[in-house]
């Protein structure tokens, strides 16, 4: 075969190429999908402790259950943004890279990067696909984890509110490395 030349299996390998975009694409999709609804769950969670002022057995008080409310809803949007940005977004990068491996053996050129402008239209400003996803899981757990701090804030000092102060400590380092993790993200496309 001629170089540059491209062979019929080549041809498929571009297509299958193509369903991966696609099937990774909308994987991604679900799991922001998930953040949204784990965020208005918690949401409900908080209409109800707040109108309730669930206690558990005069234990532990409203704020308390309010402030391990947010921290678990801080996890649980840092833990499908590491399923989102960290797995499904690393995987459509790597199909990408190779679709784009495929186009340089002479295969229709697909390319969608040159018309992405940054914010307000200005080439300059444009972020990486990385770094917006994780502002979108970032603005709300960062939320949640300030409404654990204030319901903590005035607790007695007790075992469970050592814990609730580990467990802040432990998301502010999710929350860090999530917001900084795709800001400096290289070579990145989509």
Not at 45 to 70: C, E, H, M, P
Not at 86 to 91: A, D, E, K, Q, T
Request: with cysteine; aromatic share 14%; hydrophobic share 50%.
């Amino acid at each position: 075969m001629p170089n540059g030349s491209i062979s019929m299996s080549e041809v498929e390998l571009f297509k299958e190429l193509g369903t991966y975009e696609r099937h990774f694409n909308q994987i991604q999709n679900v799991c922001r999908g998930f953040a949204s609804t784990w965020l208005l769950a918690v949401f409900g969670g908080f209409g109800y402790i707040i109108a309730n002022r669930f206690q558990i057995q005069g234990i532990i008080d409203w704020k308390v259950t309010g402030s391990l409310l947010a921290l678990s809803g801080t996890s649980g949007i840092f833990l499908l943004w590491v399923l989102d940005v960290l797995v499904y977004h690393n995987l459509l990068l790597a199909v990408t890279a190779a679709r784009e491996d495929l186009e340089k053996k002479g295969l229709p050129k697909l390319d969608f990067t040159k018309r992405r402008v940054g914010a307000f239209g200005n080439p300059c400003l444009s972020v990486s696909a990385r770094w917006g996803i994780s502002l979108f899981y970032g603005i709300p757990a960062g939320f949640l984890w300030v409404v654990a701090l204030v319901l903590n804030f005035n607790n007695p000092k007790s075992a469970i509110s050592s814990a609730i102060w580990t467990w802040c400590v432990l998301a502010l380092f999710a929350l860090l490395f999530m917001v900084t993790t795709g800001r400096w993200a290289r070579h990145e496309h989509v």
